[in-house]
């Protein structure tokens, strides 16, 4: 019979039905000049710091992956969802093949990750597909055929004052403050000033809140922001290294988190949320 496949073992046999090949859809062509090889291990932390804040909303499908802009002054990688927004710049690679901006689907970055090591990548870009190659294994994806939004527009400048606080600290202590929190907005705040940093929540509904203080150096007028908790875990988990400088400017302006020694330029945004009277 056409098409029949049968696979027998020293235990068994087995048959089913295949199709023809002219029905598999044709390799993408990808032109030879937009290619060009990064490490496995640089390519994996970019996406393994960026993946957590690209958007699941549908209606909005160039958030739904991650901007990869390419230019002459090296990589830089953008990743949002409109509440957090990671921008990664890699200037050690400078790429002359390929100039412009594609956008990734989070899906095949996912996947991807899991084949990374110190090996290198071939990246090939075409006009709708981008191919990963490692060693002999050749992963292909559509792109996202979609605008990515202007993000250095909603990246603040003018942040002025400073946080700085261990990692492990601020965030075992958001942890254990946001399990106290309501329970749909995850509602935690920061009350920060020259002589005290204290991370508090408050649910009305259920009677119940809870504060920390812990230790941190403030430079700048006193603050109370707040913040979606879940959101702000993910953020400073994300930063790399012991210490996370945090940059405020007011309740309602987007804050900045970035490592105190990161080698790569990782800069990460969060937008507040307004407290409950």
């Known amino acids: ?18 199709k023809q090949k002219e029905e598999f859809p044709t390799m993408p062509k990808v032109e030879e000049k937009n290619k060009f090889i990064i490490s496995g291990s640089v390519f994996k932390n970019i996406i393994d710091s960026t993946l957590f804040a690209v958007s699941k909303d549908d209606l909005k499908p160039s958030l739904t992956g991650v901007l990869f802009r390419f230019n002459s002054n090296g990589l830089t990688a953008v990743a949002t969802d ?29 996947y991807l ?23 002999k294994d050749t992963i292909i994806s559509r792109t996202i055929n979609e605008v990515f939004p202007d993000y250095e527009s909603v990246i603040p400048t003018d942040n002025s004052k400073t946080l700085k606080v261990d990692k492990k600290s601020v965030l075992g202590a958001i942890k254990r403050v946001s399990i106290f929190s309501n329970k749909s907005t995850h509602q935690v705040a920061f009350n920060v000033s020259n ?31 707040g913040y979606n908790g879940e959101y702000l875990k993910d953020v400073i988990s994300h930063i790399s290294g012991e210490n996370v400088i945090i940059k405020l400017n007011t309740p309602i302006s987007a804050t900045l988190f970035m490592g105190s020694d990161e080698e790569e330029n990782k800069t990460m945004l969060l937008m507040p949320v307004r407290l409950n009277s």
């Open 195 to 225: 002589n005290s940093f204290i991370i508090h929540t408050e649910d009305p509904e259920s009677s119940s809140r809870a504060k920390e203080e812990i230790v941190g150096e403030y430079d700048g007028d006193d603050l109370i922001i």
């Open 82 to 110: 409109g509440h957090r927004l990671v921008k990664i710049i890699k200037d050690d690679y400078k790429i002359d093949s390929f100039i412009g901006d594609i956008v990734v689907p989070k899906k095949f970055l996912s």
């Open 113 to 135: 990750s899991t084949f990374l090591s110190n090996d290198d990548v071939l990246l090939s870009i075409g006009e709708t597909h981008m191919t990963a190659s490692i060693n």
């Open 1 to 18: 019979m056409k098409n029949k496949i049968e696979i027998r073992t020293s235990s068994g046999s087995y048959d089913l039905m295949g």
